[in-house]
């Protein structure tokens, strides 16, 4: 029987040497966390990832930074009142959903390195969380737009093809412009967050799936 199209590129890796971001043994060890487990996980690991985005901005005195973003957003979208420079939609609201995309990545290369030895496990969830971090400014950046557009929608002057241009460029544009600058304006800060966010995770997955002979193991 010949393979349906759609099923095939799901099952087929498009990543180098065949190798796929979640195998069928990483879903696996995802259902054994448990849907509820993993919805409670997603949300407290959503708003840390929000809460980091935002004292991050504050710590290292960003207000220009957010003010040049509101700016750029009203001058395209054209008339956006001040509602465009509300935090939920230039930080927390991006940052919780780039947390949330990217999180199932994570936790599957966790689980896929849970029964590792102990230093090696948790030198590669470190590793993994600054990873992680690093993405996450992508990530951010790509939902930044989508919230700047979504927040404008009350105001009746802004411009239909403005608004559509934002919406559709904004996020690829954004997400690569973030990955490029966040990191080097907060490389200390996501290299310590990073690893603090991987360990916690890293412990949360060890806790959840390891066997009492693993978790006592030297």
Known sequence: MRPRPFTGCLNRSVFPRGRQIVSANDRTGLRQLG???????????????????????????????????????ASILGGVGPSITHLWALIWLPAFCGTLALLPILLAYLVRQQAAPPVRYWGRASAAGVGFGLAACAATGFFTPIFLAISALPWQDVQGLRWLVVLLVGPALFAVTSAIVLPRLYFVTIIATGITFGLMNAMIVRWRLATPQQLHRP
Do not use: K, S
Request: hydrophobic share 45%.
């Open 35 to 73: 849907t509820g487990f993993l919805v409670g996980l997603g949300l407290v690991d959503g708003i840390l990832g929000a809460t980091i985005a935002y004292g991050t901005f504050e710590a290292q005195q960003a207000g220009p930074l957010r003010d040049g973003i509101a700016r750029t957003g």
